[in-house]
């Protein structure tokens, strides 16, 4: 017979849990998850203020964010969940999704009859809009550039000027945005997540080099930190409703180096033989969270990941398009068949998306006119993204990041391919 570590009390009537939670909320030291070090700090951090760039300063002044104190805002530690079950619970509500892209006008002329240019960087995936100001869509282009971030994977916008609160409202057009529990945030504004590995490196401690950073491009299990960012991932995959639009906006461009790859869902799928794509229709994988927290059951077990199914070919509802939802990082087996048949099969799935450079885009984002940003917003239903690490956290390299998430993943059994929706040959 097993006892639940909730009930067991080691003094007082205090159950053994919450004692353990008591300890960890009062220590200066002690945390769960990826902050740890011999000082912890929680708000605004002071240390970054010595790192930060001008163009990321000008635009926060421009913008009315206050970064006196400190910046980038780290959460509360009182915020971050202790428990597996406290983080699962997090967003695994009801909630009504509204699919912006989904009655849109399937020509966009709003959005595309606006733009000065529009550059396709590959025949599967990427597109470029030129001439149009983010900030300035209306609720009609917006709902085109739904629809054709759906189509496409990912939509680049060169010369933004955009603050945050404005890619924060953007964000919330198109779902509800994400909030995360433990990474650095903009000051004042939950919701924007700061992409800046500068920070990660020089203030923070990481140890991401050259030569490490090649372990765990083999083995993305390996704990060097940071690793998470340059192994094909899709976002937010741990949650009910794992990530749709995701808007990164680089504010700091490097001028050479930093890139990032975006890969096509759609283009994986289609690569499969029609065989094997029946053979996967309707099965389910687990992935699991990039960080841990502590099993209410087993504390002294160590730290896990909060997990979550999925299925492995899920439909977009935008498109109606059939996508591959399996990714390097976080999908760790598929339900219903061995753990070897499951190892062996994933492997191939990510060596598919992996391999055919015929499915990928990789975009420089620099460079870029001083005041000025550059922006990718891309459907994380349908791609799997990877960041270079090129410039070993020294170049300055600083962005804002807005992630509307999205439905409950399904499978509509009569959905169709792209390949198979836009009538070209599937070459058995
Ligand atoms: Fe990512």
């Known amino acids: 017979m097993t006892t639940s570590t909730a009930t067991l009390k080691i003094q007082g009537d205090i159950p053994l849990d919450q004692e353990i939670e008591n300890i960890i909320r009062s220590s200066g030291k002690i945390t769960v998850g990826s902050r740890t070090g011999p000082e912890v700090i929680y708000g605004p951090d002071p240390r970054g203020l010595k790192i930060i760039s001008k163009e990321t300063r000008e635009r926060f002044e421009a913008a009315g964010i206050d970064i006196s104190e400190g910046y980038p805002s780290i959460p509360d530690k009182y915020k971050v969940p202790i428990y597996v079950d406290e983080a699962f619970a997090i967003r695994d509500d009801d909630y009504n999704y509204v ?24 025949k599967h995936i990427g597109t470029e809009i030129v001439g149009l100001q983010l900030a300035d869509l209306t609720d009609k282009q917006r709902d085109e550039l739904a629809l054709l971030i759906a189509e496409r994977g990912v939509v680049f916008f060169r010369d933004q000027k955009l603050t945050p609160q404005k890619q924060l409202e953007l964000g919330e057009y198109y779902g509800r945005v994400e909030k995360h529990p433990q990474a650095p945030q903009v000051n004042g504004l939950p919701g924007v997540s700061v992409i800046w590995q500068n920070y ?13 950073n090649n372990y765990c491009n083999f083995d993305g299990s390996r704990n060097y930190p940071g690793r998470g960012t340059q192994i094909m991932h899709t ?15 680089l504010d700091t461009v490097p001028d050479v180096g930093g890139d990032t790859f975006w890969f096509s869902g759609y283009a994986a799928y289609d690569k499969l033989s029609e065989e094997f794509k029946k053979f996967l229709d309707g099965k389910q994988a687990v992935h699991r969270s990039l960080h841990k927290y502590l099993d209410r059951d087993d504390p002294f077990g160590g730290p896990k990941n909060v997990e979550r199914v999925h299925p492995l070919v899920r439909t977009n509802p935008t498109t109606g398009w059939k996508s591959l939802y399996v990714n390097r990082l976080h999908t760790t087996r598929i339900l219903g068949v061995s753990p070897v048949e499951s190892d062996i099969i994933l492997k191939y799935l990510l060596d598919v998306y992996e391999k055919n450079a015929d499915i990928q885009v990789r975009f420089k984002w620099g460079p870029q006119k001083p005041g000025y940003g550059v922006s990718a917003l891309w459907d994380n239903r349908v791609t799997q993204h990877k960041s270079v690490f090129d410039t070993e956290g020294r170049t300055a390299r600083h962005g804002t990041r807005v992630t509307a998430l999205a439905e409950i993943p399904f499978l509509d059994p009569n959905s169709k391919s792209q390949r198979e929706a836009l009538g070209l040959p599937l070459d058995e």
Do not use: C, M, S, W
């Not at 990660?200 to 490490?212: I, L, S």
């Open 200 to 212: 990660h490196q020089q203030v923070f401690g990481q140890n991401r080099t050259f030569k490490n």
């Open 235 to 249: 976002d937010l995959v741990h949650e009910k409703r794992p990530a749709g639009i995701t808007h990164l906006h």
């Open 99 to 122: 699919d912006r892209g989904k009655n849109a006008d399937p020509e966009k002329k709003a959005l595309l009859g606006a733009a000065k240019e529009v550059i396709h960087y590959t």
